[in-house]
């Protein structure tokens, strides 16, 4: 038997939530052969400019937050502005509520489906954050979020800041360690919550329940001798692994209901979620409001009361981790 999906389009007949694909793949590159000022090339590549672009956001999206401290991280504020929607979404999408007049200062548009519909007037799929719009025409560059971090790595690192880290491997067979690594992390873990909350079917549920959790189980053994995924630094497997973890007993515990334990109850991963939390980047990229108040306030098929919880007590983020001496 399924149940009503949140989103039926990405719901299976035997109840799997089927993630869209991204609509835009454009791709902002040092390799364009486009001229400041101008559009993509003929590979889809536009140019690389400081001030030009605008990153679209939500604080509540685990997808647009990997691009938020990606970007913290490597300095890029000045290079590429930063928009940031309303938590809460009706049926129109994404809107720039949060700012004076309920319109974003920069594009001017009240809702980011604006700005796909005029990329693309046929667009009839969900709109997502996070995007990357031109301001000089008020097209979407790209929503392909997995290739919007590693362009932002890669593709503006003459405009990184003195010292930023380096997020990629550059040891290949450490990259492709550490590119198989995210891809296991992406199916179980990153789309394992959604593949959990947004299941219609009891088996589908199951799966992804017992797929998130294994997982989880293979990254906690993974941790337990080593401050990080992949060496004995920060990398962009950390960030888009945090990402679904500082989300975890706030919202996927209860509201996705991926409720073997808690992060708390997980002494390995709860040490190394306050343990990159606790760096600069990443905590104060943290919005629990906008968290709880989008996933318990717009997801009306899984919280019909749309009521929103009061916990947890987030003061457990800030307290000592004691994995300083993994890289020592």
Not at 124 to 136: E, H, K, S
Request: charged share 25%; aromatic share 10%.
């Amino acid at each position: 038997m399924t149940t009503r999906a949140q989103f039926t389009a990405e719901s299976s007949p035997t109840g799997d939530f089927v993630r869209q694909p991204n609509r835009f793949n454009g791709r902002i590159s040092t390799s364009s052969q486009s001229a400041p000022g101008e559009g993509p090339d003929e590979l889809g590549l536009w140019p690389v400019e400081p001030g030009r672009y605008r990153l679209v956001v939500s604080l509540a999206c685990p997808w647009a937050h990997r691009s938020v401290i990606v970007r913290r991280l490597l300095g890029l504020e000045d290079a590429i502005s930063l928009a940031v929607v309303d938590p809460i979404r009706d049926d129109r999408g994404w809107r720039f509520w949060l700012d004076d007049g309920h319109r974003d200062p920069v594009l001017g548009i009240e809702f980011l489906s604006e700005a796909y519909l005029r990329s693309d007037p046929s667009f009839t799929g969900r709109v997502t954050v996070p995007a990357i719009v031109d301001t000089l025409t008020g097209l979407v560059v790209t929503n392909d979020y997995p290739q919007i971090t590693v362009d932002l790595s890669t593709e503006w690192a003459a405009f990184h800041a003195p010292g930023a880290p380096s997020l990629l491997p550059a040891d290949p067979a450490a990259r492709a360690e550490h590119d198989a690594l995210i891809a296991d992390i992406f199916r179980d873990v990153n789309n394992g919550v959604y593949r959990a909350g947004f299941a219609t079917s009891q088996e589908s549920y199951e799966r992804a329940y017992a797929d998130l959790f294994a997982r989880l189980d293979v990254l906690s053994e993974r941790l337990e001798a080593r401050r990080y995924l992949i060496g004995d630094a920060i990398t962009e497997a950390d960030v888009r692994l945090f990402t679904t973890l500082v989300r975890f007993d706030a919202v996927y515990h209860g509201h996705f209901k991926c409720n073997r334990n808690k992060l708390t109850e997980s002494p390995v991963l709860w040490a190394y979620a306050r343990d990159l939390f606790q760096t600069p980047g990443f905590g104060e990229t943290v919005n629990f409001d906008h968290i709880k108040r989008h996933y318990y306030a717009t997801h009306a098929a899984i919280n019909p009361t749309l009521i929103v919880p009061v916990g947890p007590d987030p003061s457990g983020w800030t307290t000592p981790h004691g994995r300083e001496p993994l890289t020592d």
